[in-house]
């Protein structure tokens, strides 16, 4: 019998003892073990600490960016294996596609997040602070990667993507990771792991594995660690109160299970497009990956006048699910993960069944199609009804991780509402409207208790990537019982990974610990203009003073002309009453646009083109007869990689544009991007 390897301190190894039997969860037969035990906790910590985090916050946002590509291709590349091993935890080939290729697609989006991001081994976070009247003293806040392990506690239904959405923003912030997968589907784990390690794009100790038990593991974290645990509310409380947790004031964040709901509006008939997207979405996520998703919808909440109409529509829809082995054409749906998880759904459904009773489905009725129900985890899907769910208390606070879902009736959408936050905190609710007050009602009424609200109607159902989908862009969690973490998020996540520390200084010195220019810095002049220069030789501050320009009354008639704005403030005198204006004014965009032809260099050079513009404001009216100047000062520098071997060799140069008129005063600020080449085309 195969025995699953840990990998840890740079070696795959077995568990000094025999350990826990895994089984297919289609046949029931014993593919393989696991165990860590005579693996040293605390020697991996150290190992990813002392070897893996180094290596990574060596590294800039844009080249862990690009490791994160280059590794996204490459197990793309492998996924057909994986496929194959994914069957045996009962999941089809769909159930499969979003763990495996959702996986991988969240490398891919994290990797392309580094353009929000410096091309630096840290980052800055929001705005200047003026601190002083002259600004000789200001505020800024940088954020740096924390010098410690990210240690991943994953729960057992996404064995790929639950590693993948996590390790993609640690590392992306520059972290190691240790990934404590469930042990019941760790061979699925494993065989991820066992590509990435051996496709040397991570540098080493970036990533260990614990295939069998991490109990102790908590015993090592230090306070520049992060812990983060996916799976049940008991477990994750029982973690989270870890003595060395608090000792040392450790970041955890909890994603558990909970008991999400999905709403009917009371504006939806049987005939309308939006009934048919509520049927479908529920039986989906009653469906998916057998219901064993921290997603899935526990609590189907429909106007009292629809429960009959969605009681047959539902038991129709799930009549047509065929269930059996995951490699068989035409199964719909596979097996839980293992006999354990079917033995503890079958509990929980027993324990609802005191309080409700069950409209559809029967543990002992339901056929399977290519395998054995009595050795496989099978189960069909079973809905409650709760004609009482207000009194009915078991529905809202008892989960069945499983195929499992209630029905239940509401009056008036703050009855929905109310419902839905009985819940105790969600990671997701849905709603299916096609009117917007009713969305706009639910929405403000609900969110407090909910991690993420996905709204359906017929304009966005066909794009929409349903209600158990978490995005790599969007937060994923939620309160109370949900945990009250977050987890992805886009930018957002990368920050759960940093250390945001406030700076205090000159101008001059931020500027130069930021690399990035602080108005009111030291600037540097040159004789050379800055667009007759290669993007390697630029310096941040080095600033062009342009000269100068009156505004006359036809630069403003000429611009009103081409431009087609002719808005009263520029163009009628007469109309100036009651304003806040002195006289006819320039147009905004017209000094923009008289700025870049004070600035800009005309002749072919290393500069390619203007790639736009991040910020712009007007902060002091122009009229007629002022004269403008511009201080046009290289701001950030952010490296772009090749796309082929005959792409040019190129960056994004961020300029700040500061227009100013005769009495020195700012009359117009901006950020504009450029695209220059480098003069070293090997780069």
């Known amino acids: 019998m195969n025995q699953l390897q840990n990998y840890a301190y740079g070696q795959w190894l077995g568990g000094t003892e025999k350990g826990q039997d895994l089984y297919n969860a289609i046949t029931g037969e014993i593919i393989a073990s696991a165990s860590s035990k005579g693996i040293d906790f605390g020697k991996m910590c150290a190992y990813a600490r002392n070897l893996g985090g180094p290596a990574l916050r060596k590294m800039t946002f844009q080249e862990r960016g690009l490791m994160l590509k280059a590794l996204a291709v490459h197990l793309l590349a492998k996924k ?41 081994t840290f980052c800055y976070d929001g705005e200047v602070a003026k601190l ?57 784990t494993e065989a991820v792991v066992k590509e990435i390690v051996a496709s040397k794009i991570l540098p080493e100790g970036a ?63 049987t005939d309308m497009p939006e009934f048919d997207i ?84 029967d543990f002992e009725k339901f056929d399977v199609k290519g395998a054995d129900k009595k050795k496989g985890a099978f189960m069909p899907p079973i809905i409650f009804l709760n004609e009482k769910p207000f009194s009915n208390l078991d529905c809202h606070n008892i989960e069945a991780f499983g195929p499992v879902s209630t029905l239940m009736p509401y009056k008036t959408i703050e009855d929905a509402i ?48 349903g ?24 930018k957002r996540g990368v920050f759960h990974y940093l250390q945001r520390t406030a700076l205090q200084g000159s101008p001059t010195t931020i500027s130069y610990i930021l690399n990035q220019y602080q108005v009111g810095g030291k600037q540097i002049e040159k004789d050379i203009h800055p667009f007759r220069q290669y993007f390697e030789d630029l310096e941040i501050g080095e600033t062009l003073i342009t000269a100068k320009h009156t505004v006359t009354e036809a630069d403003v008639i000429n611009f009103a002309n081409v431009s087609g704005d002719h808005f ?35 002749k072919k050079g290393p500069v390619l083109l203007n790639y736009g513009i991040d910020e712009c404001r007007f902060t002091k009216p122009v ?48 950020t504009i991007l450029t695209m220059v080449k480098l003069k070293n085309q090997d780069s």
């Open 80 to 120: 057909e294996d994986f496929y194959k091993i994914s069957a045996a935890t009962g999941a089809t080939r769909i159930d499969s596609w979003v763990d495996i290729e959702g996986g991988i697609g969240n490398l891919f989006t994290y990797a392309s997040l580094r353009r929000q991001f410096p091309n630096e």
């Open 132 to 188: 002083s009247k002259n600004n000789t003293f200001i505020g800024h806040h940088i954020c740096v990667p924390k010098e410690g392990v990210a240690i991943h506690i994953n729960a057992f239904n996404f064995p790929v993507w639950g590693m993948l959405e996590k390790v993609a923003v640690n590392w992306l912030a520059g972290m190691p990771a240790i990934v404590k997968p469930a042990t019941v589907t760790s061979f699925l």
């Open 207 to 269: 990533l260990q594995l614990i295939c069998g038990s991490a109990n102790g593991i908590l015993d090592h974290v230090m306070n520049q660690d992060v812990v983060t645990f996916t799976g049940s509310a008991s477990t994750g409380k029982m973690l989270k109160s870890h003595p060395r947790l608090l000792e040392e004031s450790v970041p955890f964040n909890m994603e558990a299970d909970s008991l999400n709901c999905c709403v009917l509006g009371t504006d939806v008939t």
């Open 278 to 361: 509520f049927i479908k979405e529920v039986a989906r996520e009653i469906t998916t990956k057998a219901g064993q998703k921290c997603t899935a919808i526990r609590r189907i909440i429909v106007p009292e006048n629809r429960i009959e109409d969605v009681h047959i529509a539902l038991g129709k829809r799930l009549a047509q699910n065929i269930i059996g082995d995951p490699g068989v054409e035409g199964v719909r749906m596979g097996s839980l993960a293992g006999l354990a998880q079917l033995k503890e759904v079958k509990e929980k459904v027993e324990q609802l069944s005191k309080t409700q009773k069950i409209i559809i489905g």
């Open 418 to 465: 109310a419902l839905s936050k009985l819940g105790k905190g969600s990671l997701v609710s849905s709603i299916v409207t096609a009117n917007d007050k009713i969305a706009r009602d639910f929405t403000i009424g609900a969110a407090c208790m909910h991690g993420r609200i996905l709204v359906l109607n017929r304009e966005c159902a066909k794009e929409s990537t």
């Open 467 to 490: 209600h158990g989908s978490p995005m790599p862009l969007l937060v994923h969690g939620g309160p109370g019982r949900a945990g009250g973490g977050e987890e992805m998020g886009g």
């Open 568 to 602: 009263y403030a520029h163009t009628d005198v007469t109309s100036l009453d009651g304003t806040i204006f002195t006289g006819r004014v320039a147009h905004g965009y017209y000094i923009l646009s008289k700025a870049a032809g004070l600035f800009v260099n005309a």
């Open 623 to 670: 009229y007629m007869g002022a004269t403008i100047g511009v201080r046009f000062t290289c701001k950030e520098k952010i490296l772009q990689e090749k796309k082929s071997a005959e792409d040019l060799a190129k960056g994004i140069v961020k300029w700040l544009v500061d227009v100013y008129d005769e009495t020195g005063e700012t009359v117009a600020i901006a």
